[in-house]
């Protein structure tokens, strides 16, 4: 059964620390997508990222990283100098290759403080 | 991308009503889907609801309960039947193109239920 696991609830950081949010996830399938979404208090849900299982090249949009690694199946992701707008639940997510249904994870609460 | 609309954005019900909410897509998609946020939870896949047939429900989840419709490749709708205030959830709508290598999965803005 495919699982995706956020182990960290919730993240506190200062503004401009570098802060990283894991995620491991179970599949049995060869062709997968892994996903990132923010999704701030005001509810949407923003598209961050997504990587399909055979590029494990490590990507970097601005300030944020993501790390995959199959090897230990996870997906981590990395904000650069946080800052406050960064404050949101982020979630990580697995998807078949063609099915197209998201297994989330838990979440991670991230606050960053001035 | 597409951009997706929801409506209501907010509603709040009372118990044993039904409300039916709005999905539509600015573009054709292959896959649609809904699902469930409950409060300070992760989100949970009701089903993806299917073009011209009947949708395909997650375990947990029945028809009778959250009847869906998608009668084109644009629009589908997700009834919340005879309301407890155990379905005081967010509701999103969820959309997906599996053509080439466009796999993103983008998501509406969400309706918030309330039921008392």
């Known amino acids: 059964a495919q699982k995706v696991t956020q182990a960290q609830t919730e993240i506190s950081v200062v503004e401009k620390e570098d802060v990283t949010l894991d995620c491991v996830y179970e599949?049995?399938?060869?062709?997968?997508?892994l996903f990132w979404y923010k999704q701030p208090p005001s509810g949407e849900l923003v598209f961050l990222i997504r990587?399909?299982?055979?590029?494990?090249q490590n990507e970097i949009s601005g300030r944020y990283s993501w790390n995959f690694q199959k090897s230990t199946s996870s997906f981590n992701f990395t904000i650069t100098a946080s800052q406050v707008v960064d404050s949101a639940v982020y979630f990580c997510a697995l998807s078949e290759a063609a099915g197209g249904k998201l297994i989330f994870g838990q979440g991670t609460e991230l606050s960053v403080k001035p | 991308s597409a951009v997706i609309s929801q409506k209501p954005s907010r509603d709040i019900c009372q118990r044993g009503t039904s409300l039916t909410i709005q999905c539509q897509v600015d573009?054709?998609?292959?896959?649609m889907f809904w699902y469930r946020q409950q409060p300070g939870q992760s989100l949970t896949l009701i089903a993806t609801?299917?073009?011209?047939?009947?949708?395909?429900?997650e375990s947990g989840f029945v028809i009778d309960k959250f009847p869906i419709s998608r009668p084109n490749l644009t629009f589908s709708t997700l009834t919340v039947s005879n309301m407890s205030p155990e379905d005081s959830s967010i509701y999103l709508c969820s959309a997906r193109r599996l053509a080439g290598v466009d796999n993103e999965q983008f998501f509406g803005p969400g309706t918030r239920l309330t039921v008392l």
């Open positions: 573009s054709q998609v292959t896959m």
């Open positions: 990587r399909n299982s055979f590029d494990e």
């Open positions: 599949t049995r399938d060869t062709t997968y997508y």
């Open positions: 609801a299917n073009q011209g047939s009947e949708a395909t429900y």
